[in-house]
């Protein structure tokens, strides 16, 4: 995932190659090392989602990452969001950019959730979000289903295997993954999570969110 092949340490230790390849590390590089590892966790734990999204794109073409207006194609407001993007059919992201200290969001109509608190938000909206160093702005459509995976040390380790399903709002949304001779079908009722099919994916919590 690093291409540091040019440096002897990883590049989050030195930027400079000469001083990296000379050892000199940069003070604190911990700090910054701890928080990479959580940014590659994210994506190992997003993987299960993602695999969901990619077999979408090969089952109908639906690009996993896509132009908020793919999905809400009457609404005019996003006819024109170049800097917001969806991440499968339920999850929204809204990146700042260097130098920005804040941004504003237009949200899709219906309800959404900000991802890090659980937050219920009002669709067919705009807010303003100020700029932090922790937290990229990433809303989740309320209903949603959200396999999220435990991080393993790759994705044959066992422990990537096992999910917490994230309940956003009533858990309407079902989630669906269609793999070779594998599927995985999550569904919420009321109170309860009810898994079906056969898959490597086995579920250890679910999560009620929002």
């Given at each position: 995932?690093v291409?540091?092949?040019?440096?002897?340490n990883?590049?989050?230790?030195?930027?400079?190659r000469?001083?990296?390849?000379?050892?000199?590390l940069?003070?604190?590089?911990?700090?910054l090392?701890?928080?990479?590892?959580?940014?590659v966790?994210?994506r190992m734990?997003l993987?299960?989602?993602?695999?969901s999204?990619?077999?979408?794109y090969?089952e109908?073409?639906?690009?996993?990452?896509?132009?908020?207006?793919?999905?809400?194609?009457k609404?005019?407001?996003?006819?024109?969001?170049?800097?917001?993007?969806?991440i499968?059919?339920?999850?929204?992201v809204?990146?700042?950019?260097?130098?920005?200290?804040?941004?504003?969001?237009?949200l899709?109509a219906?309800r959404w959730?900000d991802?890090?608190?659980?937050?219920?938000?009002e669709g067919g909206t705009?807010?303003?979000?100020q700029?932090t160093?922790?937290?990229?702005p990433?809303?989740?459509?309320?209903g949603?289903?959200?396999p999220?995976?435990?991080?393993?040390?790759?994705?044959?380790?066992?422990?990537?295997h096992?999910?917490?399903?994230?309940?956003?709002?009533?858990?309407?949304i079902?989630?669906?993954?269609?793999?070779?001779?594998?599927?995985?079908r999550l569904s919420?009722n009321?109170?309860?999570?009810?898994?079906e099919?056969?898959s490597?994916?086995?579920?250890r919590?679910?999560?009620?969110?929002?």
């Amino acid at each position: 995932m690093v291409n540091g092949w040019y440096v002897r340490n990883p590049p989050w230790k030195q930027l400079n190659r000469k001083l990296n390849n000379e050892g000199q590390l940069l003070d604190g590089w911990e700090k910054l090392e701890a928080r990479c590892r959580e940014i590659v966790g994210w994506r190992m734990q997003l993987i299960p989602y993602l695999r969901s999204a990619f077999e979408g794109y090969r089952e109908n073409g639906t690009p996993p990452f896509r132009a908020l207006v793919l999905d809400a194609p009457k609404d005019d407001r996003l006819r024109y969001v170049d800097d917001q993007f969806m991440i499968g059919d339920r999850m929204m992201v809204a990146p700042l950019f260097a130098g920005e200290m804040s941004r504003k969001i237009v949200l899709p109509a219906g309800r959404w959730h900000d991802f890090w608190t659980g937050e219920r938000v009002e669709g067919g909206t705009e807010l303003v979000v100020q700029a932090t160093m922790e937290q990229i702005p990433v809303y989740v459509k309320s209903g949603s289903l959200v396999p999220w995976a435990y991080a393993g040390l790759h994705v044959q380790d066992p422990v990537s295997h096992e999910l917490m399903v994230r309940v956003y709002g009533d858990g309407s949304i079902a989630w669906t993954l269609n793999e070779r001779k594998e599927t995985l079908r999550l569904s919420w009722n009321c109170e309860s999570g009810r898994a079906e099919g056969t898959s490597h994916y086995k579920i250890r919590e679910w999560k009620h969110i929002g």
